[in-house]
């Protein structure tokens, strides 16, 4: 009996926060063991079906560096890393969309169909969401660095992604991009999976844009989880940066948290992926969960 108490006031805790988001779009960035691990992806997506059936409005958006880098290990093929992103020339771009679309995305609008939710993949035909061009960075001598088809998203179909959202369908959306040059047949562009994410909920002024990584947050430690630093604004952001706490792979995160917020989106989170139900913990319970970015 005790513990039929304690769920029912869980319940409690939850109400004023499934009124508050009730119709609110939600961006989720699927990274990390969220992704790798099928039990913790399995929980991920009973979160987004919970959190849709209670009428908040989940997207999805994913990439897939690291089941993409075994296919390429498969092919014989090894992936080339320029400031960052992954040189992607014609063979790669394939593997890309193979992964992506077919195996990745495929797979978890299947896994959320299991589970008992509605999902659906856009990214191709007349359910493209994406659309962008190719990414130029400067190099040491300030000319353009070849990236092979790798962009950034320059438009998203907001009213495509939202009449799924209102009618129940959860968005699962990859990180390629169609190229808006549409100078080859394919016209696909390989797209940084964080800032797609940041793109989509800067468009849609999303209420929350949620990252789920591989850390409880952001640490002031990696080896004291109790460092946890439960809120950051953009100046602390900028000044961690500079200390080189974030660092890595954390840093285009935090870019992207920042880029969205300037944008228009309310507030942004980085989670654990692995902590089972880490969504439902951070947008329905007092506590929450992870690390909290805010503009000031």
């Known amino acids: 009996m005790d513990d039929a108490i304690r769920k029912a006031e869980a319940l409690i805790e939850a109400r004023s926060y499934i009124r508050m988001f009730r119709d609110k779009l939600t961006v989720i960035k699927l990274g990390g063991s969220a992704l790798e691990d099928a039990s913790a992806l399995e929980a991920t997506l009973q979160d987004v079906i919970f959190m849709e059936t ?89 000319k353009p660095v070849d990236l092979g088809f790798v962009g950034r998203v320059t438009r998203v179909d907001g009213p495509l992604i939202e009449s799924f959202c209102a009618g129940g369908v959860v968005p699962v959306i990859p990180s390629v991009a169609l190229d808006t040059a549409m100078d080859r047949p394919d016209g696909w562009l390989n797209v940084n999976a964080d800032t797609a994410a940041a793109a989509i909920a800067a468009h849609l002024r999303a209420e929350k844009l949620v990252f789920l990584t591989n850390t409880p947050g952001i640490l002031l430690d990696r080896s004291r989880p109790e460092s946890l630093l439960p809120s950051l604004d953009a100046a602390r952001c900028r000044e961690l940066i500079e200390r080189r706490i974030i660092d890595e792979g954390m840093i285009p995160k935090v870019e992207a948290c920042l880029d969205s917020l300037r944008a228009g989106v309310r507030k942004t989170h980085m989670i654990d992926g692995r902590l089972r139900h880490s969504l439902l913990l951070e947008i329905y319970t007092d506590r929450g969960v992870g690390t909290e970015i805010t503009l000031n």
């Open 54 to 142: 209670v009428g908040l409005r989940p997207v999805l958006v994913h990439g897939g560096g690291k089941a993409i880098d075994r296919a390429m290990a498969r092919a014989g093929l090894e992936p080339l890393k320029i400031q960052g992103r992954r040189y992607t020339d014609a063979t790669t771009l394939d593997i890309v969309v193979q992964v992506l679309l077919h195996e990745i995305n495929e797979g978890i609008v299947r896994d959320i169909r299991r589970l008992g939710g509605r999902a659906v993949g856009l990214h191709s035909g007349s359910l493209q969401s994406l659309f962008g061009e190719r990414l130029r960075l400067p190099g040491p001598d300030n």
